[in-house]
Nanobody, 123 residues
Framework: QVQLVESGGGSVQAGGSLRLSCTTSEYSNKCIAWFRQPPGKEREGVAR????????DYADSVKGRFTIFRDNAKNTVDLHMAGLKPEDSAVYYCAAGGDSYCYSFIETDYPHWGQGTQVTVSS
């Protein structure tokens, strides 16, 4: 059973930064993605990172502000979020794909999910 645990959520003012961490035994050999679900809205893909190669992908809404990366010292996949906006407020989830290729941001491509961590950005 693949387990994922998110940490690092919290409250921050607009313009601030937060760093989320996803702890999983699969951090180095599976596609790992961060999704988010704002209140009353559907869950959406935010960022994803391929294993074994230097490749990442981002939703247009976060490009230039969010960075996904592996922290090999902590065995985590982290999401650094800068320039936060109130519309970034959501529950953030990390998810692991079924193999080493990142096919898409479609939820069904990710069979393993964490419980989520809340991020609240105030104006």
């Amino acid at each position: 059973q693949v387990q994922l645990v998110e940490s690092g959520g919290g409250s921050v003012q607009a313009g601030g930064s937060l760093r989320l961490s996803c702890t999983t035994s699969e951090y180095s050999n599976k596609c790992i993605a961060w999704f988010r679900q704002p209140p009353g809205k559907e869950r959406e893909g935010v960022a994803r990172i391929w294993p074994f190669v230097t490749a990442t992908d981002y939703a247009d809404s976060v490009k230039g502000r969010f960075t996904i990366f592996r922290d090999n010292a902590k065995n985590t996949v982290d999401l650094h979020m800068a320039g936060l906006k109130p519309e970034d407020s959501a529950v953030y989830y990390c998810a692991a794909g079924g193999d080493s290729y990142c096919y898409s941001f479609i939820e069904t491509d990710y069979p393993h999910w964490g419980q989520g961590t809340q991020v609240t950005v105030s104006s």
